[in-house]
């Protein structure tokens, strides 16, 4: 079945240092792939969205490309700031008709440190 | 900017009582869900709805779950006889089209359960 793993958590930076978290996916169909954002206190929020194969999204210095040879979507920053500092979701949204309901992976904590 | 609110925000209940969740969608969606994760664990989906019925379950929303929207602005999650292993966080989200990765799930922040 469909299912998103994601690298454990948490994850540690100081200001300023470059982030990668991991998320690779199982999929029958083609489907779309997201990272959701949770800042303490809130609800999950959009951070990036990639419908198809190669496609990257970006948002906020956030950036994931869409690897189907790798089934992966993995999140990348180039200078993490303190703000940044939140649990971090994969999910997918299968295709083939399978409805609008997301899939996700287990959510990974950052902290980033001044 | 609009947003979806749930209330209440924390809830503690003995076991085998019913307890009812509430959220308020953004105001022109069509498409509702509620999801939950229970602490240290995945967000797992529950259900989701559309013109007044359910339109997918999954295999977790058993015959203690039911979902309603009894006005035009609330939609509710019930569990009819709470389980230890219900205790979770509960989201509720919408979106206004429910096409598979077109359109965005707006989240809530959540109604933590605790069941005793």
């Known amino acids: 079945g469909n299912s998103v793993t994601q690298m454990e958590g948490p994850v540690t930076l100081s200001e300023e240092a470059f982030l990668t978290i991991n998320c690779t996916y199982t999929a029958t169909g083609y489907p779309s792939l997201f990272w959701y954002v949770q800042y303490p206190g809130e609800g999950l929020q959009l951070l990036l969205k990639?419908?198809?194969?190669?496609d990257k999204g970006s948002n906020k210095g956030f950036e994931a490309t869409y690897r189907k040879e790798t089934t992966s979507f993995h999140l990348e920053k180039g200078s993490v700031q303190v703000s940044d500092s939140a649990v971090y979701f994969c999910?997918?949204?299968?295709?083939?008709?399978?409805?609008?309901?997301?899939?996700f992976g287990q959510g990974t904590e950052l902290s980033v440190k001044p | 900017e609009p947003e979806v609110t749930q209330t209440p925000s924390h809830q503690v209940t003995q076991m085998g009582q019913e307890v009812i969740l509430r959220c308020v969608p953004i105001?022109?969606?069509?498409?509702f869900y509620w999801y939950r994760q229970i602490l240290g664990q995945k967000v797992e989906f529950l259900v989701s709805?559309?013109?007044?019925?359910?339109?997918?379950k999954s295999e977790i929303f058993d015959d203690q779950f039911s979902v309603e929207r009894p006005d035009g602005s609330n939609f509710t999650l019930k569990i009819r006889s709470t389980k230890l292993e219900d205790s979770a966080m509960y989201f509720c989200?919408?979106?206004?089209?429910?096409?598979?990765?077109?359109?965005?799930?707006?989240f809530g922040p959540g109604t933590r359960l605790l069941v005793l």
């Open positions: 709805f559309y013109n007044n019925e359910i339109s997918e």
């Open positions: 989200a919408s979106s206004y089209l429910g096409l598979a990765g077109v359109e965005t799930q707006y």
């Open positions: 105001s022109n969606h069509l498409y």
């Open positions: 990639a419908t198809k194969a190669d």
């Open positions: 999910a997918q949204t299968p295709g083939n008709n399978q409805g609008g309901k997301l899939i």
